[in-house]
C-alpha cells in the first residue's frame, strides 16, 4: 500500500521481557517509522514471533549496515533467529506443474494482472501438456521425464535450472510427482504444495476418492510447506466446500478445484509478503 | 408447516425404471396429496432412495393397512427396503452426556422451548455433575459407574433402562465412553456421536490436542451414527471453525464447543424429521 | 456423467396432484430412463416446479416430436410452463468486461480446460484493456465506447452483433455499465451478472468503499439475472469473505476479486447445466 | 490463562512515532511481564490503536496509581484516549429478552457453566414469558409493560434498577423494543445487540420476511453495540448461514436462531475480554 521503500524482519527468539521495547528502540532511534508491527508469544513453547515493518524514507542506517547493527543491538543479546527483507526485492518463483490446468491459470492470471510482485522465469513439469498455457503467457517451459525411477537422477538437472534462473522458491501447483530430498534441502520452507484434502485427513494419493468412499459432507485443500515427509509439511492456509450424498467423485473433483486453486493463490500471497514464520513443523502466518 | 396428520416413506431398492412413477401412482389413486418428494439414485451402487411425505387427510387406505397395501403395489415389486413413520408419533429420546454441559444445554433448550417434537424420559451419565442440569429442566438422570471394566457389565442394566422408558434413539452429548455392542446391535443408526474433529482426521482421544500438534488450520466437528468400529460410523454432519497459530489448545477446546453443539443438535434434527437413509455406511441426507 | 444425448425439462405450474405421476408415467411409457428427478412445491404460492433428466437411448419418441406429445400428455392438462433442452446442443455465450481481468481469466480458464460444454463466440468491452487477454484465448474482441451518452444509441448495434453470432446468454464480468433495456428484453433471465456486494446490502457504485465506510466484518458477493431494476434482479448465487478492522479498501477489494469469480462461474455452470428456474423474481436452483 | 492478576489497557491517539516503544519502556521499567500485545494503525485516519496486557506480578507500581503514572509517562505526550482493566474485575452484564429463549438459554449456559468471568445480577423484560427459564437458572427477573408509548416514561426506573445492581453493560437478547436514548447515554458502546440479518441489509423489523421476498441465497445475524440511530451503531461480529429456494420462512427463522445466539455470546465474549475498541462507529477487534 505504501509506495516507498521498506524493510521488513521476521524474527523468533526465546521469550524474554523488553524485545519489543529493543527493537522499537532500534527502529525509533534511527529513524524508521514502523509501518506494521505484529507479535506472537507461544507461552507453552517459551518462544517470541515478530514481524515488524519500517518505511526506510528517512532510516539513517544503509540497507547494507542493517543487519551488522541490527544484530549488535537486538539480534545477539535475544538470540534471535530472523530474517530481513526489502520490499524493492522482486522474488523469482517457479511454477511445477503436471497436467491440470486449473492452479497454474490462476497463479498466472495473478502473476499478468500485476497483482503480485513476482517473477515467475519458468515453468517445469513431468508433462508435455501444460506447456500450451505457458506459451500463452510467455514463460519457459521445461519437460522432464519425471517418475519413481528417473527422480533421483534428474533432480541435480532440476537444481541446476532452478539455480541458474536464480529461483528464490518453488510452487507446486498440482504436482503429481513427490519432490526429490536434494530440492527439499536446497529450499527449505520455500516449497509451497497444495494437497487435495483438509490435511491431515486422507494423506496421499487419491484423497477424493477417499472421501467419497468415507462419505464425508466436507471436502478440503490444504496448503503447506514441502518436508521430507509426504504430506506432512507445516500447514500455510485450509479451506473445505461442502458436498453432499448427490455429488459423485467426479463431482468432488470439480468442486475441489475452486478450493484448491484459491487456498495455494493466498498461501503464495501471503508467503510474498513475508508474512509465514515457521518454527517445529508449523507457521505462524502474521494478518 | 402442515398441521394436519402425514405419513412419510424413507425407500431404498435396486435401481429400476418405474419407481416413482408406481410410488406416486400408489399415493394419488388413494387420496393421498403429496406434499414433499425427493430422490437419488446413487449411479456407482445401482441404488435408488427415496423420501415422500403426503398429508393423510383424505388418504383412503386406513393407517395401521398402509403397510401391507403398500408392499403388494409396491415393496415387493421393486425389492424395497423402507420404513413408513407417522408424524403424530412423538419420538422418545436418551441423552448419554459425561461431564461438559454444552452439547446437553443446547440440546435441552431447543426441547424445553417446543422446537422438537420429541420426548426426553431420561439422561444417562457416568459422573454426577450434570445431575443439576436434569434437575432444571426436570428429567430423570441415571448415574452408571460406566469405566473400562464395568461397561460390558453394566450394559444389561442400561439397554433395560431404556426398553422400559420406550427410548427408540439415543444421542451422545459428548459421552467420553466406548458404547457397548449390545447397545449398538439394539439401536443399529439410531445412536448419534459428536466427535470433536472433522472425522477421518484424529479419530479417538483427544482430537484437539492432536490438531494442535499438527499445526492445522481448521478444526472441526463431526455427527454421526455409530457402530461398532470406533468414529467411524455414517457421517451425518461436518462443519468447521478457522483458528490461528494464536489459540492454545484451550481455546481449541472452546472453540469446538460452539461447532458440536450445533452440528449435534442439526443431526438430532434431520433425524427426527425422517431426512436421514443410511447405505453401506454412508448417509443420504435429504433436504 | 452419461455421454450419451438425453433430454431435460424444466417446468412450473399450479400446485396440483398427480404431476409427478402424470410426467413420469410419460417418461416411463414411451422408454425414458430417468436420470435426474428433482421437485419443489412453493406451498405459499401454490405453485409446482420439477426438473428432470432422461436417457434419449431408447426413448421412442422423435426428439423434435417431444414437445408436441409432451403438450398433450401433461403440458396443457396441468397448465405448464415449461422448457425443454437437449444435452448435445452447444449454447453459445457472450462475456462483457470493462477493465478488470480476474472473472474473465477464471471463466475462459475453465472453457480452455473444457470444464464446460459451451462456446463462446465472443467478448464485447467498453474499453480496449482486455483485447490482450481475449487474443491469448483466441477469442474474438468487440470494443464499443458505451457510456450513459452513446449506451442507447449502441445498444442495436450490439444486438445485431450478438444475433449474428448466434448468442443465447450473456455473462458480465465485470461490466462497469448499466444494461440496456433493448438487450435486457432480448435476453430474458439470461443475462448473468456478478455484483460486489451481497445484495441487499450496498447496490450501486463502489460497493467496497461502502462496506469499509460502515465497518461490516464480511463482504460478499452475488451472481443474479440482469432485470430492468439495477441489481435488482433474480439471485442465482452468493459468498461472503471475512474482513478485519486492519483491512483496507484495497484489501477488500483484492478479496472481493476471488469471491467474484468463483461466484459468477458456479452461477454460469448452474445456468449451464439447466438447473436455474425464475419464478416471479426469485431462482429454483436444483442442486 | 493466565491465573495470576493482569493489567489490560485499550488505546487510541493520533499515529505519531515512539508510542510502542514508550509504552513497553513503561512496562519493562516497571517490571511487567507483557503477555499480549496487538497494535494496529489506520493509515486513512492517522489514529493508531493498541491492546496490551501485563501481569501485575512483579509489576511494581500499586494498581490504584497506574493510571497516574501511565498518563504522565504516555497519554499526555501522545494526546492517548485509553482505558485501564483489570482481570480481577468482574463485571455485572443485565440481559433483556422479549419472548424467545435461544439466545437467553446460551448466554445463560455459559455463565453456569463458568466460561465466562461475569456476574448477570438481572433479566429485564417487557414480557412474562422468560420468568419461567429466568427462575431455572435463579436470576432475578424484572417485568417493564414496554411499548411505545410507556417506553420513555419507564426508562428512569430501568436507569435506576440498573444503577442498584451496578450493572456494567446490558445484552439484548432478541429484545424486540427499541432502547430509549436514555439508557444508550448511560451506557455507550456498552449495549450489545444482536440483529437478524447481515447488516446494513434489511435494517428494521422482519428481515427474516424481506431476506425471504428478496430470494437471497444467505441470511445473517450482526452483534452490534446500540447507538440511537436503529441498527446503526458498530458492529461487532457477523456470520451467515446457506439457505435455498426450499427454505420457508420459518424455516430462516429457525435456521437464523442457531446464528443469532452464537453470534451474540461471541460478541459478548470478545467484550468481556476487553478486546474491543470503538472508534468513530467501527469497531478494532483483538484477536
Not at 530474517?83 to 522482486?90: C, I, K, Q, T
Not at 515467475?120 to 519457459?140: E, K, T, W
Not at 504436482?175 to 509451497?192: E, S, T
Not at 459423485?248 to 487456498?263: A, M, N, Q, S, Y
Request: hydrophobic letters at 40%; glycine letters at 6%.
Amino acid at each position: 500500500m505504501t509506495d516507498h521503500r521498506t524493510a521488513i524482519l521476521l524474527i523468533h527468539c526465546p521469550d524474554r521481557e523488553g524485545i519489543v521495547h529493543s527493537v522499537t528502540g532500534f527502529l525509533s532511534s534511527n529513524g524508521g517509522n514502523i509501518l506494521y508491527l505484529d507479535q506472537h508469544t507461544d507461552s507453552t513453547e517459551k518462544v517470541f514471533f515478530m514481524r515488524v515493518e519500517w518505511s526506510l524514507e528517512g532510516f539513517i542506517i544503509p540497507s547494507d549496515e542493517i543487519q551488522g547493527r541490527f544484530d549488535e543491538c537486538c539480534g545477539e543479546r535475544y538470540e534471535m533467529s530472523y530474517r530481513l527483507y526489502f520490499s524493492d526485492y522482486v522474488p523469482k518463483m517457479a511454477i511445477f506443474v503436471s497436467k491440470m490446468s486449473h492452479c497454474l491459470y490462476d497463479l498466472l492470471a495473478r502473476y499478468t494482472a500485476g497483482e503480485w510482485k513476482v517473477n515467475i522465469p519458468l515453468i517445469i513439469s513431468n508433462h508435455p501438456d501444460m506447456r500450451r498455457v505457458a506459451d500463452m503467457f510467455g514463460i519457459p517451459y521445461y519437460e522432464f521425464s519425471v517418475n519413481k525411477d528417473t527422480r533421483e537422477e534428474l533432480a541435480p538437472k532440476m537444481l541446476d535450472l532452478l539455480r541458474e534462473n536464480g529461483v528464490d522458491f518453488l510452487v507446486l501447483a498440482r504436482y503429481m510427482q513427490i519432490v526429490p530430498d536434494l530440492l527439499i534441502d536446497a529450499f527449505p520452507n520455500r516449497i509451497i504444495n497444495i494437497h487435495h484434502s483438509f490435511l491431515p485427513a486422507f494423506v496421499g494419493a487419491k484423497p477424493y476418492h477417499a472421501a467419497y468412499e468415507r462419505g464425508v459432507k466436507l471436502i478440503g485443500a490444504t496448503a503447506h510447506y514441502v518436508t521430507s515427509v509426504l504430506d506432512a509439511g507445516p500447514i500455510i492456509g485450509q479451506d473445505i466446500a461442502r458436498i453432499s450424498h448427490k455429488n459423485t467423485v467426479d463431482d468432488l473433483v470439480r468442486k475441489g478445484k475452486d478450493l484448491e486453486k484459491i487456498v495455494l493463490s493466498h498461501a503464495v500471497e501471503k508467503h510474498l509478503a513475508r508474512k509465514i514464520l515457521v518454527y517445529k513443523n508449523k507457521t505462524i502466518i502474521f494478518s
